[in-house]
């Protein structure tokens, strides 16, 4: 695999050349990876290269369009429109122009790396979408062994068509690294390569489901609205309290208000403590504590209605 790296972002006195491009072609453009691999063949050196694959007498290879919905159901049988596989000539022929308009392309993005130019650029768009419409084709000829490879595979917990396109993805990664020159089929090298995807996405799903052994249902979700306004009118509750206690305007006596912010830990936030804890502090009986709190809080709560309840 042979690469060359290009950068589109330079200064602006090298890109100076991108105001004469078109929206639409400049949209393109930028599209154009950094990196470009390509297969190489020993063709491509060759000085009539171009016109054996691009020109005007290049063999026309025509490849019907392929039509799948995932969400129907397995069993359905999909009709084609004209042969959908090519024959051995004619997929090498499709692999060798995919790889040379790669092979050219890789060779102008190196050169524009080192000096932007408007020529180069219009021609670096010329060979992307023939590379591009190579693969589109090599992609239509070759989707029937992902539907094929898929209707073999069963994989407990796994849609359908998440099977398919996790073997769509295969597919294009296989075909960017087929090498013709081997001479095998395509098919041979991508129902591999699709089987693996298969393979991977099953212990993939199997690791999930030892995490995740149930999925999210919303509809049986229950609703904590109830439970976060009790929290909040709570947290509201605590805070007029605490405004009270600490402006004194339940008017309460040293006791009653040390008893309450102790009782409560309304003032720290801490442990709260208990009556004899109380007691102790004050130097008063349990039941005495419990008097004055009760007193206390009803101090407190007549406090509240005054200021916060009446309109």
């Given at each position: 695999?042979?690469?060359?790296?290009?950068?589109?972002?330079?200064?602006?006195?090298?890109?100076?050349?991108?105001?004469?491009?078109?929206?639409?072609?400049?949209?393109?453009?930028?599209?154009?990876?950094?990196?470009?691999?390509?297969?190489?063949?020993?063709?491509?050196?060759?000085?009539?290269?171009?016109?054996?694959?691009?020109?005007?007498?290049?063999?026309?290879?025509?490849?019907?369009?392929?039509?799948?919905?995932?969400?129907?159901?397995?069993?359905?049988?999909?009709?084609?429109?004209?042969?959908?596989?090519?024959?051995?000539?004619?997929?090498?022929?499709?692999?060798?122009?995919?790889?040379?308009?790669?092979?050219?392309?890789?060779?102008?993005?190196?050169?524009?790396?080192?000096?932007?130019?408007?020529?180069?650029?219009?021609?670096?768009?010329?060979?992307?979408?023939?590379?591009?419409?190579?693969?589109?084709?090599?992609?239509?000829?070759?989707?029937?062994?992902?539907?094929?490879?898929?209707?073999?595979?069963?994989?407990?917990?796994?849609?359908?068509?998440?099977l398919i396109s996790e073997g769509n993805m295969a597919l294009l990664r296989s075909i960017e690294k087929f090498d013709v020159s081997r001479g095998f089929k395509f098919s041979t090298y991508g129902c591999r390569a699709v089987l693996k995807s298969f393979n991977r996405l099953a212990t993939k799903t199997g690791r999930y489901r030892q995490r995740f052994p149930a999925e999210f249902d919303p509809d049986m979700e229950r609703s904590d609205y109830d439970v976060k306004k009790h929290q909040m009118q709570r947290e509201d509750s605590v805070d007029a309290v605490r405004e009270i206690l600490v402006k004194n305007r339940a008017r309460l006596s040293g006791v009653e208000r040390t008893i309450i912010l102790e009782r409560f830990a309304i003032a720290s936030r801490g442990k709260r403590r208990t009556l004899a804890e109380v007691g102790r502090m004050v130097g008063l009986t349990n039941e005495r504590v419990r008097q004055i709190q009760n007193l206390a809080l009803s101090k407190i709560r007549a406090a509240l209605d005054e200021e916060y309840l009446v309109a």
């Amino acid at each position: 695999m042979i690469t060359a790296t290009h950068a589109l972002a330079c200064p602006r006195s090298r890109t100076d050349f991108l105001a004469h491009l078109t929206d639409e072609e400049l949209s393109t453009y930028q599209q154009i990876p950094p990196v470009m691999d390509y297969v190489p063949h020993r063709s491509f050196s060759s000085p009539d290269a171009e016109q054996d694959f691009f020109g005007p007498e290049a063999e026309k290879i025509e490849v019907p369009p392929w039509t799948h919905f995932p969400e129907v159901a397995e069993e359905v049988r999909h009709t084609r429109d004209g042969r959908m596989t090519l024959g051995a000539h004619k997929e090498a022929a499709l692999f060798l122009r995919y790889n040379y308009a790669r092979y050219r392309l890789s060779g102008l993005i190196d050169a524009q790396r080192r000096r932007g130019a408007l020529a180069r650029a219009r021609q670096m768009l010329t060979w992307y979408a023939r590379a591009m419409d190579a693969r589109a084709a090599l992609v239509r000829a070759n989707m029937a062994l992902v539907l094929a490879m898929a209707r073999r595979t069963r994989i407990p917990n796994v849609e359908f068509g998440e099977l398919i396109s996790e073997g769509n993805m295969a597919l294009l990664r296989s075909i960017e690294k087929f090498d013709v020159s081997r001479g095998f089929k395509f098919s041979t090298y991508g129902c591999r390569a699709v089987l693996k995807s298969f393979n991977r996405l099953a212990t993939k799903t199997g690791r999930y489901r030892q995490r995740f052994p149930a999925e999210f249902d919303p509809d049986m979700e229950r609703s904590d609205y109830d439970v976060k306004k009790h929290q909040m009118q709570r947290e509201d509750s605590v805070d007029a309290v605490r405004e009270i206690l600490v402006k004194n305007r339940a008017r309460l006596s040293g006791v009653e208000r040390t008893i309450i912010l102790e009782r409560f830990a309304i003032a720290s936030r801490g442990k709260r403590r208990t009556l004899a804890e109380v007691g102790r502090m004050v130097g008063l009986t349990n039941e005495r504590v419990r008097q004055i709190q009760n007193l206390a809080l009803s101090k407190i709560r007549a406090a509240l209605d005054e200021e916060y309840l009446v309109a």
